[in-house]
């Protein structure tokens, strides 16, 4: 049964999950702290997290990095902090998606499905190889010359979804949504600045890549056929 850990000091808040996650089949961990949330995670490993910000004690922003210190289930924040300060610090932290309270119940089972369903390693295709580097999509890693390359969540993210779509565009909008979420479809800076980084631990020859390509104005694709010589 695929576990869910819910953390979050409003008890109301706590109940409803508890109740309408749990008539949906999934088993659910509550935590009312971020020391709560941390110590359930490491005790029992959730395959998601649902998260508040405004815990007492540890900070939301602080829970996410600990879970980043040593898994990569999916993190979804859910919040009544709705500035942009606050999303950018949660996702930079290396949450998957922000939900600003109040939420429908519906919204919030959707993204739990889809991030569920990304977070699934493909059965037929447990690995991509090319001339330079293998992604193990089972290990959720790259190795390159025999060493694992270190990529932050989001860069793994990124990877992740191209490196499963071979040859397609993947368009900045759809790439946005999965990595990030509906509510950073304009970003495309984040691309950029996250592609750049991928392809300076990747790519042979960063500033001529042959793997992760851009298509001006649409997207990004990954061709494993183009090899080194």
Do not use: C
Not at 26 to 50: F, K, T, W
Not at 82 to 91: F, I, T
Not at 190 to 209: D, F, G, N
């Amino acid at each position: 049964m695929t576990r869910l850990l819910v953390v979050d000091d409003d008890v109301q808040i706590r109940r409803a999950l508890d109740i309408n996650l749990r008539t949906h089949g999934y088993e659910i961990d509550l935590a009312d702290s971020g020391e709560a949330g941390l110590a359930a995670a490491a005790a029992n490993p959730p395959d998601l997290v649902l998260l508040d910000l405004g815990l007492p004690g540890i900070d939301g922003i602080d829970v996410v990095r600990g879970l980043r210190g040593w898994t990569s289930v999916p993190i979804v924040v859910l919040s009544a902090r709705d500035g942009d300060q606050h999303k950018v610090a949660a996702l930079d932290a290396g949450a998957d998606d922000y939900v600003t309270k109040p939420f429908s119940i519906s919204e919030l089972l959707a993204r739990v499905r889809a991030h569920l369903r990304r977070h699934q390693p493909s059965a037929d295709e447990p690995s991509v190889t090319t001339a330079d580097f293998v992604v193990d999509l089972v290990e959720r890693r790259v190795v390159r010359d025999g060493e694992t390359v270190h990529l932050t969540p989001i860069e793994w993210s990124i990877v992740e979804v191209l490196v499963r779509h071979p040859g397609r565009l993947v368009t900045q909008q759809q790439l946005l949504r999965q990595v990030w979420g509906p509510q950073y479809e304009s970003e495309t800076n984040y691309l950029r600045v996250h592609l750049a980084a991928i392809r300076r631990k990747l790519e042979p020859e960063p500033a001529q890549p042959r793997y992760f390509l851009t298509e001006p104005r649409l997207g990004y694709r990954f061709e494993p056929a183009l090899t080194s010589s």
